[in-house]
């Protein structure tokens, strides 16, 4: 959200709002309160207000002329959540408080009658090493402690918990750090082509084979290979792997000369090597060879205090490359903590990617999360929009107004088009929209067998709206 307009008269209080929005990013304005009618006239475009609580004629104002507008009340209040009244804050204002207020305002304003938001973003992000949790502490001490030796490391955790960045952290932090990273995936390739891809062929080799081709040890001479899902190497390779370890020299398939290896082998996986073992699947003597230096990268959670610190990270990249961002408010934050998180921080990545298409730019909070994470049964908030704006909304639709930018100073235009024409003699049409609602309420209770909750969702509105309204025109199924 952008464009928030304080409307104060203590300094102190226009100083303290201004800090905890330009902390949020925000770029708020400020005005005091004699000014204001001046200054909202030149400008519609705010996409909230913080008013004063005591403030009181131009609280009235606010409802009264500027319906599309949210506003929030700032200090002690007795007023109720009315309208584009959509709440009150008491001092002192604390961020949470803030976040949930701005989360409300844009539920006002994207859920208003005639408007349509359509959310077009795109943004790829990947996995880091952040948190202050002991367990990822823990995994930052044993990479840079490992990282100046050239001894073998394995990466053991679960997939998703971010076992290559662990890699490319330790690539980073060693000696080899001018040489190249060559990631191969173990299990993505097929035993059969396996060899050739890591050592690989002379030409003529096999059949297909029409030019020498360099296998990814030599590429990652100098540097780092990292064998992701080890586990997944079939036994004959591992043979050929284990010789490489040990002798520091391979062959391409079809040769016969020897080469050296100066190659640093970082392995990883998700599976129980010494179960693998046991049943006669994976080779002791390689696990040996790979576990110089066994790192364990924890499960995310294991680790759910790092969850906002993560979020923070992973929000940031996105706005960094793509200018979009997405904040979240103290009770969806918590909300996410409480998730079991089977995916990891790969799975995390992915949702806060799938926020940044849905919400750009916005505040998430619970019941913006998908039905899966919201482990909170926090208050969905539904706006209450007043009359004067309904009727506006209706009068545009009915006569062909495609208009859906409806301020307050918007006048009424007849429709030159397929809309209802106006009688030459002119209506009443307070009568003419009423008459029009109870025909449409009627309709649409008899389709749905007087059940009101039923027909509120045809109608589109909240059920106590439409019980509201029955009462008013004396309604019933009688």
């Known amino acids: 959200m952008s464009n928030i307009l304080i409307i104060s008269e203590p300094e102190a209080r226009r100083i303290s709002l201004q800090t905890i929005l330009t902390f949020m990013g925000e770029k708020p304005e400020d005005v005091m309160p004699v000014q204001a009618v001046e200054h909202l006239q030149a400008n519609h475009d705010y996409s909230g207000i913080l008013i004063d609580a005591e403030a009181t004629a131009m609280i009235e104002t606010l409802a009264k002329d500027y319906p599309y507008m949210p506003f929030v009340l700032v200090g002690q209040s007795t007023h109720q959540c009315s309208g584009n009244l959509v709440g009150v804050v008491n001092e002192p204002v604390t961020y949470p408080q803030l976040t949930q207020m701005l989360h409300r305002c844009q539920a006002y304003l994207s859920r208003r009658p005639g408007i349509s938001i359509s959310a077009h973003n795109k943004t790829k992000l990947f996995r880091s090493l952040i948190g202050k949790s002991a367990e990822i502490q823990?995994?930052?001490?044993m990479i840079e402690q490992v990282a100046p030796t050239d001894a073998n490391v394995l990466i053991l955790g679960e997939s998703g918990t971010g076992k290559e960045v662990v890699a490319r952290n330790v690539h980073y932090l060693s000696n080899r750090k001018s040489g190249p990273f060559i990631p191969v995936n173990c299990g993505?390739?097929?035993?059969?082509?396996?060899?050739?891809?890591?050592?690989?062929?002379?030409?003529?080799?096999?059949?297909?084979?029409?030019?020498?081709?360099?296998?990814?040890?030599?590429?990652?001479?100098?540097g780092t290979l990292f064998l992701d899902e080890i586990g997944d190497m079939p036994l004959q390779m591992q043979v050929k792997l284990l010789r490489v370890l040990q002798e520091r020299t391979y062959e391409r398939v079809g040769g016969i000369k020897p080469i050296?290896?100066?190659v640093r082998v970082i392995a990883a996986t998700h599976r129980d090597l010494e179960s693998m073992i046991t049943e006669g699947n994976f080779r002791e003597d390689l696990y040996y060879r790979l576990n110089v230096f066994p790192i364990d990268s924890p499960p995310l959670r294991e680790r759910k205090d790092d969850i906002p610190l993560l979020l923070q990270e992973l929000v940031s990249r996105a706005e960094s490359e793509l200018g979009n961002t997405v904040k979240f408010t103290q009770a969806s934050l918590q909300s996410l903590m409480e998730h079991p998180w089977a995916g990891n921080v790969r799975e995390l990545s992915n949702l806060v990617e799938r926020l940044?298409?849905?919400?750009?730019?916005?505040v998430v909070d619970v019941g913006d999360l998908p039905p899966k994470y919201q482990h909170l049964d926090a208050e969905i908030y539904e706006p209450e929009y007043p009359e004067e704006l309904l009727e506006r909304e209706a009068i545009n639709a009915l006569f062909g107004n495609d208009d859906n930018d409806v301020t307050a100073t918007d006048e009424f235009q007849p429709s030159n088009g397929d809309g209802y024409a106006l009688p030459q003699d002119g209506l009443n049409l307070k009568e003419y929209l009423a008459d029009l609602e109870v025909n449409l309420i009627t309709q649409a209770l008899e389709q749905q067998e007087w059940v009101v909750a039923r027909a509120a969702e045809v109608l589109g509105m909240r059920r106590t709206t439409l019980v509201e309204k029955m009462r008013k025109y004396g309604l019933s199924k009688d």
Do not use: D, Q
């Open 356 to 362: 940044l298409i849905l919400f750009p730019n916005k």
């Open 188 to 222: 993505a390739i097929p035993g059969e082509l396996l060899e050739s891809e890591l050592f690989g062929h002379e030409k003529g080799a096999f059949t297909g084979a029409v030019n020498s081709r360099k296998g990814r040890f030599e590429l990652a001479e100098g």
């Open 260 to 262: 050296p290896c100066n």
């Open 138 to 141: 823990a995994v930052r001490h």
